[in-house]
């Protein structure tokens, strides 16, 4: 190692390590306590985190989804699309109306 110059002073200077200085922490703790201190705020984290998730998670299966369906592809054309639809109320059909009789000008610009 001292023939392939690995103990030669750099011709760059020392490296820029930063302050050098130990920080000295402000609590002094076992090992086991410190352990404790983490495990508790990751405790408080994860229940943070949890705040916001729904109580019923367990109903989702219960919404109708069908692994079979996903692998079931039909060939379908614009009949089998609009015979589906069913507006819920006036509102719902007084905008898909829009919707339609806009995408309509639009297409004849």
């Not at 614009?78 to 000008?105: C, E, V, W």
Request: with cysteine.
């Amino acid at each position: 190692m001292h023939d392939a110059g690995w103990f030669d002073k750099s011709p760059n200077g020392p490296p820029d390590v930063g302050d050098l200085i130990p920080v000295v922490p402000t609590q002094l703790q076992s090992g086991k306590d410190w352990t404790a201190v983490v495990q508790r705020k990751q405790q408080e984290l994860v229940d943070e985190r949890c705040k916001n998730i729904p109580d019923n998670i367990d109903a989702i299966n219960e919404t109708g989804y069908d692994p079979e369906s996903l692998a079931e592809v039909k060939i379908v054309d614009k009949t089998y699309l609009t015979a589906k639809f069913k507006a819920k109320n006036r509102r719902d059909l007084s905008i898909s109306l829009q919707t339609m009789l806009q995408q309509k000008n639009l297409n004849n610009l």
